[in-house]
T-cell receptor, first 116, second 114 residues
Framework: EAGVTQFPSHSVIEKGQTVTLRCDPISGHDNLYWYRRVMGKEIKFLLHFVKESKQDESGMPNNRFLAERTGGTYSTLKVQPAELEDSGVYFC??????????????FGPGTRLTVL | AQSVTQLGSHVSVSEGALVLLRCNYSSSVPPYLFWYVQYPNQGLQLLLKYTSAATLVKGINGFEAEFKKSETSFHLTKPSAHMSDAAEYFCAVSGGWQGGKLIFGQGTELSVKP
């Protein structure tokens, strides 16, 4: 069974440009999460999809970030326009079940975003 | 609100020595606690999780953790370190009204010396 995949693995862009990150969850997993780790800091939650609906987007830093999950399969996270502080590693995770408190989340390898 | 503190951003042990990675949590409701490991160039992998069934939780690769409510701790241990244990370890909590999202500690990088 394929795990969670993320594309690209690395992205280097200039301030003001747009970047789109993609996450393919494990097949059949209704729950999809986005997290971010800024260098030297803890991994922080961004948002949670259940199928195509946003269940919780309380961690999204500002309106430059747009997440979508059309059709309830893969998800994209767009940053437009990118700022220097957006640099970090963006992780995607997916889980089965009802998105409950004890569900195991399976993580992808992350996308390392560098904004120059 | 939930929070997690991992004591020590870097821990170094000799091969064969005890591994002890510390995690303390803060939670206003009964917590569910997780330990994840990240090997270089890989995603986070679940080592073990506490879901209130038993206070001593055994995980993969010989790791275990004990939930101690009185100390608000969930420390990760392994009796004998192996070179392949070198990685970054994350403690996380979910719970309360925040739903299934995980709240992570800062991470602890474990080095194993031969």
């Amino acid at each position: 069974e394929a795990g969670v995949t993320q594309f690209p693995s690395h992205s280097v862009i200039e301030k003001g440009q747009t970047v789109t990150l993609r996450c393919d969850p494990i097949s059949g997993h209704d729950n999809l999460y986005w997290y971010r780790r800024v260098m030297g800091k803890e991994i922080k939650f961004l948002l949670h999809f259940v199928k195509e609906s946003k269940q919780d987007e309380s961690g999204m830093p500002n309106n430059r970030f747009l997440a979508e999950r059309t059709g309830g399969t893969y998800s994209t996270l767009k940053v437009q326009p990118a700022e220097l502080e957006d640099s970090g590693v963006y992780f995607c995770a997916s889980s089965q079940g009802a998105g409950g408190l004890t569900d195991t989340q399976y993580f992808g390898p992350g996308t390392r975003l560098t904004v120059l | 609100a939930q929070s997690v503190t991992q004591l020590g951003s870097h821990v170094s042990v000799s091969e064969g020595a005890l591994v002890l990675l510390r995690c303390n949590y803060s939670s206003s409701v009964p917590p569910y606690l997780f330990w994840y490991v990240q090997y270089p160039n890989q995603g986070l992998q679940l080592l073990l999780k506490y879901t209130s069934a038993a206070t001593l939780v055994k995980g993969i690769n010989g790791f275990e953790a004990e939930f101690k409510k009185s100390e608000t701790s969930f420390h990760l241990t392994k009796p004998s370190a192996h070179m392949s244990d070198a990685a970054e370890y994350f403690c996380a909590v979910s719970g309360g009204w925040q739903g299934g999202k995980l709240i992570f500690g800062q991470g602890t990088e474990l080095s194993v010396k031969p």
